[in-house]
């Protein structure tokens, strides 16, 4: 007789079939077949009252790893193969890959610790005149139950899995773990081995990952659907385009008369929707990128890109003085079409001139500023306005020069538009002048001391510039005060100083002053009257030798004026006797402001000397 059986865990008892040599996952190297073969038949080659050996083996569904094991029989004659022989190996293969066993009175065991699904397994059995040969199904049923889910953002609708045991029983009161969007979470199975999880994830989908105690892990497509349908929006300066949104309740039908929010550009905006669900935003910002976020009762936030496009397109220009360029800007309607012959505005330098569009939509405007950069903006119909900079170069620059009384210098003027010729004006003298391959003109003068008015023109633009040429005397014939302040003719003298007589210090203040007197003392009529200030060593000591006239004197702070022969001082302001009385110097040149650089030159013998 021919014995059948599948056998289990349970039934490994007196064999010698190893665990270790089970067939895994991991072992094969194609995916398992999608279906089970009808294949139940034992594979003869003759009849079976031959000596040809027969393989027995049955069909095995299982739950995973709950270590069932494959079992064969292998006869001969119609009984158990002897295992004494010196065929007692048999071999297994399962997609592809060998599995070798023993062969133990005349049975062979295989493990399974498959991933669930379906698989062929082949017996080989190799005897003295050929080979047998048996195929059987067998079918790894999953440990864990679940489906993928789909539902709108936040509604009620929940992951669950149920988990059975190796027998397929529910798996109660267990600690699964669920995975999903990076996080883990644990669940306890209740009394039908169910678990279960909240999803309360945005937008989007999404593996759920479930983690049975037996290792098999289970993956799941969570897909959740957004309560609220918009698209990006591109539209031109305040045409009629709105924003609108779409929203939806957790079953997906329209949220009809809600209250939602829309932010934009920092502001926020409550509309209702209407019965269809959708509400709506005008968008009258200027040209530019915004994100809008629309805002669900049920917390969703979804931003979407508004592009509000320029309905007026105009450059930057760089452009020479009163050069033949103009400033052009193209004007669009708000479906970008040109807005034709539509009346347009441009305001630059504080003024507005209308202009008017041509077919294109285009506008121009003459620019006869003077050189300088400005501001022109160009204003829509729409109220749409852009600024764009115009720079205007000027044609013509030139320095001023400083010469030397009665010598020459040469004045030099430079052209930046190719013009030829250039006109310099100087004391009312008009001189017309070649520029060179450079746009240099060169004028050679030779002017009296003082300050002579340059008006220089470019004949090509028209550009006027205007310039100072500085004449100084000649140094070698400019005179200088005294190192005690005296005149180079002896017959005055200037004092730089600070309020020392009575009633000056409320008058002036304790500042540095400059006056000139006449150089006549008015105690004893001598012409020996010398200045001085900080001769005491430092600017704060009081005392110290005056060295014109070798005498200790105080005031060197506040700076005096000594008469060498009677010994009178008086101050350096209004030239106040200090003895008192009315015996003053007389002031030639009212007193003016002074500084201590000021008295510094003097002191040192260059302060220029003017012929009073």
């Not at 789909?150 to 929940?158: D, H, I, M, P, S």
């Not at 999880?197 to 290792?215: C, E, K, Q, S, W």
């Not at 000027?394 to 001023?400: G, L, M, R």
């Not at 009665?406 to 520029?435: C, M, P």
Request: aromatic share 10%; charged share 20%; proline share 3%.
């Amino acid at each position: 007789m021919l014995s059948v059986s599948a056998v289990g865990a349970a039934s490994d008892v007196g064999n010698v079939v190893s665990f270790d040599d089970d067939v895994e996952t991991s072992d094969l190297d194609v995916d398992p077949p999608s279906g089970i073969d009808d294949i139940n038949n034992v594979t003869y080659s003759k009849s079976e009252y031959t000596r040809e050996p027969v393989i027995y083996g049955e069909d095995l569904s299982m739950y995973y790893k709950n270590g069932s094991r494959y079992e064969v029989s292998i006869y001969q004659d119609g009984k158990l193969i002897n295992s004494q022989n010196n065929d007692s190996k048999v071999i297994f293969n399962v997609n592809g890959v060998n599995y070798t066993k023993e062969l133990v009175n005349g049975k062979a065991f295989i493990g399974i610790n498959l991933n669930p699904g379906n698989y062929t397994i082949t017996t080989f059995y190799h005897y003295t005149d050929g080979l047998a040969t048996k195929t059987n199904n067998i079918e790894v049923l999953s440990t864990i139950q679940a489906n993928d889910v789909v539902k709108f953002f936040r509604n009620g609708t929940q992951y669950c899995a149920k988990f059975l045991d190796g027998c397929g029983s529910p798996l109660v009161n267990a600690s699964v773990i669920f995975n999903i969007n990076g996080v883990f979470y644990k669940k306890q199975t209740d009394d039908n081995g169910m678990a279960k999880l909240n999803i309360n994830l945005r937008p989007g989908v999404y593996i759920l990952t479930a983690m049975h105690p037996d290792a098999l892990m289970y993956g799941s497509n969570i897909t959740v659907l957004s309560t609220i349908l918009a698209n990006d929006v591109v539209k031109f300066f305040r045409n009629g385009t709105q924003y609108c949104a779409k929203f939806l309740d957790g079953c997906g039908s329209p949220l009809v008369n809600a209250s939602v929010t829309f932010n934009i550009n920092g502001v926020l905006y409550k509309k209702q929707t209407d019965y269809e669900g959708v509400a709506r935003l005008n968008i009258n910002l200027f040209p530019g990128k915004y994100i809008l976020t629309a805002m669900h009762p049920d917390g969703l936030m979804y931003g979407y890109n508004i592009t509000v496009l320029s309905t007026i397109h105009g450059d930057d220009i760089v452009k020479f003085f009163r050069n033949g360029t103009q400033y052009c800007a193209k004007f669009l309607d708000g479906c970008g079409s040109p807005l034709v012959n539509a009346s347009v505005i441009f305001n630059i330098n504080g003024v507005f001139y209308k202009k008017q569009t041509d077919d294109n939509g285009m506008a121009r405007l003459n620019i006869d500023l003077f050189p300088g950069e400005y501001i022109l903006t160009a204003i829509h119909l729409n109220g749409e306005e852009k600024a764009n900079i115009i720079k205007v170069l000027t044609t013509i620059s030139a320095e001023d020069i400083s010469l030397i009384e009665n010598k020459s210098g040469v004045f030099v003027l430079k052209t930046h538009d190719g013009a030829r010729n250039v006109s310099i004006t100087i004391d009312g003298v008009e001189y017309i002048v070649q520029t060179d391959d450079g746009g240099v003109a060169t004028l050679n003068v030779s002017l009296s001391k003082g300050n002579h008015a340059v008006l220089s023109k470019n004949l090509n633009s028209g550009e006027e510039i205007f310039n100072t040429i500085y004449v100084m005397e000649d140094p070698a014939f400019i005179k200088y005060y005294s190192i005690y302040g005296v005149s180079p003719d002896g017959k005055y003298i200037m004092a730089i100083g600070r309020p020392s007589a009575a009633g000056e210090l409320s008058k002036y203040g304790y500042t540095l002053y400059k006056s000139v007197f006449e150089r006549i003392c008015p105690c004893c009529r001598s012409d020996r009257l010398y200045w001085g200030i900080f001769w005491a060593g430092s600017e704060t000591a009081n005392w110290g030798v005056f060295p014109a006239t070798g005498l200790k004197e105080s005031g060197s702070a506040e700076g005096h004026i000594f008469c060498a022969k009677c010994d009178a001082d008086f101050s350096v302001i209004d030239g106040k006797n200090h003895g008192g009385g009315s015996k003053n110097l007389i002031k030639v040149i009212s007193t003016v402001s002074s500084s201590k650089d000021e008295a510094y030159i003097l002191k040192n013998g260059q302060m220029p000397y003017s012929a009073l």
